[in-house]
């Protein structure tokens, strides 16, 4: 990698290497990462030799002002630890022994993510005085689907292609780590996937929710976007439901856990 003089351009340099690697997820947090720093500084020519520990302090009380939750600042200021020892390592950056001291990087699990079952029973099934939406009946559809397939992950079912049905059973790789898992396919989950399989022939993908016809770079984007209108349904439809609880797409997982 040729040297960068600031760290703007080095994480902008870090952020191509990621989409050349095809780490699109990564090469997101860094982006998202670097635009609200840059944003906070004030400049798109952040020098190394800002990287103070007030600095941080006051880009973490920034970020909490503007409404973000803990995590997601511990994701940010996790990146820039990360992207500034890069650059201490290839000798662009002062070392700054525990630089990152007194603002937070860890992860709080303190939000409830878990349905009960009697919640969970109308997120899935409950019968409801106006019809819905198409677009809100295949996100109820999708997030039955991962509750039955043992709380599959939304990326995991976007991205099942139809080679990974062999009669009642689903074998696939997990997105996130490679690990290949083979799920039984309860009949009310194939009943959903008989009524929502893909019939474009163009498509490897079982379910329509990706078109299969766009680049990798431009499929990540797809699946951004596929993932927020679900999160953005699912809410819609707890409201429907009389659930009070802040309902996504990770219900399914943690639903599963918890019974």
Not at 67 to 92: F, H, P
Not at 102 to 125: E, F, Q
Not at 127 to 146: D, N, Y
Not at 220 to 244: F, S, T
Request: charge should be positive; include cysteine.
């Amino acid at each position: 990698m040729k040297k960068k003089s600031n760290l703007t351009l080095f994480m902008k340099q870090l952020i191509r290497s990621l989409k050349e690697e095809e780490r699109f997820s990564t090469a997101h947090i860094y982006q998202s990462t670097l635009n609200a720093f840059m944003l906070f500084c004030k400049t798109d020519a952040i020098r190394f030799n800002q990287m103070e520990r007030s600095r941080l302090k006051q880009f973490e009380n920034h970020l909490r002002n503007k409404g973000c939750t803990w995590n997601t600042v511990s994701t940010y200021m996790r990146t820039l630890r990360s992207i500034y020892n890069k650059a201490v390592d290839d000798g662009l950056a002062e070392e700054k022994p525990r630089l990152f001291r007194h603002v937070y990087t860890g992860v709080k699990a303190n939000t409830k993510r878990a349905l009960d079952a009697k919640d969970m029973s109308k997120l899935l099934s409950a019968s409801l005085p106006h019809p819905l939406p198409q677009s809100m009946k295949e996100s109820r559809a999708w997030i039955t689907l991962m509750f039955l397939l043992r709380g599959m992950p939304f990326v995991d079912l976007a991205h099942l292609r139809k080679t990974d049905l062999q009669d009642s059973v689903i074998s696939y790789r997990r997105h996130k780590t490679g690990a290949l898992l083979t799920v039984e396919i309860p009949p009310a989950a194939m009943n959903l996937i008989k009524r929502y399989q893909n019939t474009d022939s163009a498509s490897p993908y079982l379910l329509p929710i990706l078109s299969g016809n766009r680049k990798s770079e431009e499929e990540y984007a797809e699946y951004q976007h596929a993932l927020r209108k679900l999160n953005y349904d699912l809410k819609q439809l707890a409201v429907y439901c009389g659930i009070k609880l802040n309902v996504s797409s990770y219900v399914a997982k943690h639903h599963t856990i918890s019974i």
